[in-house]
């Protein structure tokens, strides 16, 4: 079993939709969790942070992290066009030392259509 | 800023064939890493380091190598070219070893 798992799509909605991107994990020592998306051909931009659980809005996105679950979700109301993207979840945590290191998720494709 | 910065973006390398990818960071991020990213996949880390002067293995370090002299640099050498390790490259970097921050990335083709 993978560490972290995501379902890679791809995920085709209509213009204005609500997405939702889910991503499960298997380390109870993860805390730190991350959204990160990818544009065709350049490198991953980082979206969305969170400690911990809980939610977490910034305009159009909301990242929710249920720790008991080990469930993570990313939500993008109103999307745009140019919300066509891959989108992965990375995680870190205790038991990483000060590495930094961070366990990603394989990425989920995304196409909103006008 | 120019933030990280990696070079080349391109390269096609014949079996056997060495290479360095460089990257360098003008943000003073004590942490850089190098990771490959393969068609519909994830990133795997390659190889990572917490300072100048140190260096450790990440996923899946067989077949290259890296070095960190200064703060700013980190390049990634691959000694003998294999096709396996055509794939795209990322470097990155952080300052609070978990917001890390991405270069374009390196497009490498072994025939």
């Known amino acids: 079993q993978k560490e972290v798992e995501q379902d890679p799509g791809p995920l085709s909605v209509p213009e204005g939709a609500i997405v939702s991107l889910n991503c499960t994990y298997s380390n109870s020592a993860f805390q730190y969790f991350m959204w990160y998306r990818q544009y065709s051909r350049k490198g991953p931009e980082l979206l969305m942070y969170?400690?911990?659980?809980g939610n977490k809005e910034d305009g159009r996105f909301t990242a929710q992290v249920d720790k008991s679950s080990k469930y993570i979700s990313l939500f993008i109301r109103d999307s745009q066009p140019s919300d066509s993207a891959t989108y992965l979840c990375a995680m870190s945590g205790i038991g990483f030392g000060n590495t930094g290191k961070l366990i990603f998720g394989q990425g989920t494709t995304l196409q909103v259509k006008p | 800023n120019a933030g990280v910065t990696q070079t080349p973006k391109f390269r096609i390398l014949k079996i056997g064939q060495s290479m360095t990818l460089q990257c360098a960071q003008d943000m003073n991020h004590n942490y850089m890493y190098w990771y490959r990213q393969d068609p519909g996949m994830g990133l795997k880390l390659i190889y990572y380091s917490v300072g100048a002067g140190i260096t450790d293995k990440g996923e899946v370090p067989n077949g290259y190598n890296v070095s960190r002299s200064t703060t700013e640099d980190f390049p990634l050498r691959l000694e003998l070219a294999a096709p396996s390790q055509t794939s795209v490259y990322f470097c990155?970097?952080?300052?609070?070893?978990?917001?890390?921050?991405f270069g374009p990335g390196t497009r490498l083709t072994v025939l």
């Open positions: 969170t400690y911990s659980s």
């Open positions: 990155a970097s952080s300052y609070n070893h978990n917001e890390q921050f």
